[in-house]
């Protein structure tokens, strides 16, 4: 459930009607709900109510410094998988005790930040970063929390591009080595073992793939506990994914997840950690496009949109489905016409979607991109020098910018010619 709904004619966030925000900020924009954000939180909140638990909202699906405040108001935690990410959470007011670092990457530099500003774990996905974690921690004086992250080799039935737990992705250890790798970890100077790391994949719409993994996360803790580690925290990473569609998708409830987790895990009497990022944002945002032109081509007609695949790129990318609808709520019964639906970038690939049945749209005309909050601003470029499209947030009937359009001033500004040229 989301809180864009039509009414008066016009489809609202909460609200405020979309129109009246295009004609502030003009268009494209992604708008997200306040409220939306705050239910999808709650939701894992109640899921996960019987079991101590933190919910690390996952930033890389949306990390404007305004909605981690909100919701770091609610009591969530963070995951981050940057420097970058580390510090958005910590201007959002975030303490260092609720922020968790994932990636297979992280830099010494990004370790030295984390470890100074405060860190509740380090999320380890190889041994080369364990002992780089340990040198840096040494040389502060102090003892870096560590969870290992591990690879159970199960199919997450998701797009191959984002599904994270097979043992020929990048990620995490294989679980077959875990005990070995914890070994050296309790061995190594500056490091604390407080937990078990694991994350799947992304838009999963089974709860089969997590049962797998949480089955063999729970054998490790008792094999590991047994091996003398004090495995008091299990992060079972994010992953839960969401209807694109308003029709024939169901994917589990979090109620339904949180009930597996307890199954599966509960009785371990670990602090249950999760990293959802889609299910919390994903709904709770659209983008907002115009209609520049509609072209009549061959056999098909083109509506051409302000937006275009540096706005949204999951389309192209992933060939992802989001449902478009017309702002104007359109009659009952009133005709449709199927559209190829492009945007001004000079790719082929910049094609949101084919033959699909809209309203007949005019010049001027407004359409909102639905399921838009996650991976859309965050994956956003500056291709073709388009500004970064701007976010707004709506609570209510109030709604605020909070990431303005870059002017094409600043955008030049950043560029310097060298004196020698
Ligand atoms: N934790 C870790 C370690 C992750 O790698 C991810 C997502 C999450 C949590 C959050 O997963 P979520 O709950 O949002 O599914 N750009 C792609 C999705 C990439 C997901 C990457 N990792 C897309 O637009 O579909």
């Given amino acids: ?112 930040l984390a470890l100074t500003g405060g860190i509740r774990q380090f999320n380890v996905e190889s041994e080369p970063e364990m002992r780089a974690l340990s040198e840096v921690a040494v040389s502060l004086g102090v003892k870096a929390p560590i969870a290992v992250r591990v690879n159970p080799d199960v199919d997450a039935r998701t797009h191959e591009k984002i599904a994270t737990g097979k043992s020929e992705n990048k990620f995490g250890i294989p679980i077959a080595r875990a005990r070995e790798v914890y070994a050296e970890a309790a061995a190594l100077p500056g490091l604390e073992v407080v937990g078990i790391d694991v994350h799947i994949g992304s838009q999963l719409t089974e709860l089969e793939p997590f049962e797998q993994a949480f089955t063999k996360v729970a054998e490790l803790t008792v094999a590991l506990r047994a091996d003398g580690h004090d495995i008091r925290r299990l992060d079972l990473g994010g992953g839960l994914g969401i209807p694109y569609t308003r029709s024939n998708e169901a994917p589990p409830l979090p109620m339904d997840y949180g009930a597996l987790i307890a199954r599966t895990l509960g009785h371990l009497g670990c602090e249950i950690e999760i990293e959802p990022g889609r299910l919390i944002s994903g709904n709770s945002g659209v983008l907002v496009s115009g ?131």
């Fill in 1 to 112: 459930m989301d809180h864009f709904l039509y009414k008066n004619g016009s489809l609202h966030a909460e609200d405020v009607a979309l129109s009246e925000i295009a004609a502030t900020v003009g268009t494209p924009f992604y708008c997200y709900s306040a409220a939306t954000l705050t239910r999808h939180y709650q939701l894992f909140k109640d899921a996960l109510a019987p079991m101590p638990n933190l919910v690390c909202f996952a930033i890389k699906s949306l990390s404007n410094v305004a909605v981690l405040k909100l919701l770091g108001d609610l009591g969530a935690g963070m995951d981050v998988v940057s420097g970058g990410e580390y510090l958005r959470a910590k201007a959002a007011g975030v303490p260092g005790d609720r922020i968790v670092f994932s990636g297979v990457g992280k830099t010494r530099e990004e370790m030295r």
């Fill in 291 to 421: 209609v520049i032109y509609v072209k009549n081509g061959e056999g098909r007609d083109f509506l051409i949109l302000d937006a275009a695949m540096n706005d949204l790129v999951r389309p192209s990318m992933y060939g992802a489905h989001h449902d478009i609808v017309a702002v104007a709520e359109p009659a009952p019964g009133a005709p449709t016409l199927p559209f190829d639906i492009v945007g001004p970038v000079c790719e082929t690939g910049d094609t949101f979607a084919k033959a699909r049945e809209l309203p007949l749209l005019a010049e001027g005309d407004l359409v909102a991109f639905r399921s838009a909050g996650a991976y859309g601003a965050v994956m956003a470029s500056e291709y073709n020098t388009r500004p970064l499209v701007p976010e707004v947030l709506v609570k209510g009937d109030h709604f605020a910018v909070i990431r303005a359009r870059p002017s094409f001033d600043e955008i030049l500004k950043r560029d310097s010619i060298p004196e020698w040229l």
